[in-house]
């Protein structure tokens, strides 16, 4: 998630400033790139979260759930963010996913670049900080998508996994408050292993 990017979060019930009322320079002081050792507790915190979005769906909604993201290379130093990738139909109802994601403690943030149906779904983020654990849904019609073949290329491939761990440590200590420039800066070592992975 690129916080500041056209963002439409919820104002927090315990202030009065929602997150939408600060700059992107007090969000990068607000929310830090952190990485930490790779923990044992994540695939349980991905699987827990991933029951609680699919009960709280009809079957007929989704097509599928998966783990992405750093979390979920075995080993890997990461943000402590569990990524997840929801696959919707395309005749969901997207009001209804929002009050879903709502109940269940979510803000809602708008992506218009990224595909349809340009949503994310965020946890953890409060305008005192991060509280609790951080998750990012991230919703998508059903597909063939670069992330679950990123994943899986990086877990069969620990070298190269090793060498994305050394360029994310690189780009925390160059951009510790710059969330967009450390994900920008990654772009284009990912496009490289994705056009691997799409062979």
Do not use: C
């Amino acid at each position: 998630m690129n916080i500041g990017d056209n963002i439409n979060l919820s104002i927090d019930s315990n202030s009065n400033k929602s997150l939408n009322d600060l700059t992107i320079s007090e969000l990068g002081q607000l929310f830090p790139i952190i990485i930490t050792d790779y923990s044992d507790k994540w695939p349980d915190l991905y699987k827990a979260e991933a029951k609680l979005i699919t009960d709280s769906l009809l079957h007929t909604d989704f097509v599928k759930i998966d783990h992405i993201g750093s979390t979920a290379i075995p080993g890997l130093k990461a943000k402590p963010t569990i990524d997840i990738l929801l696959q919707v139909t395309e005749q969901i109802y997207i009001q209804k996913l929002k009050d879903t994601f709502k109940t269940l403690g979510y803000l809602i943030n708008n992506h218009p670049e990224n595909p349809a149906p340009h949503l994310t779904f965020v946890k953890g983020y409060k305008t005192q900080g991060f509280k609790g654990q951080v998750y990012h849904v991230h919703i998508r019609y059903r597909g063939d998508w670069d992330e679950i073949r990123f994943k899986e290329y990086l877990i069969k491939h620990k070298e190269i996994a090793k060498e994305y761990e050394a360029l994310k440590l690189e780009l925390a200590e160059k951009y510790p408050n710059d969330r967009e420039a450390y994900t920008d800066s990654k772009t284009e070592w990912i496009e490289k292993i994705n056009k691997l992975t799409r062979k």
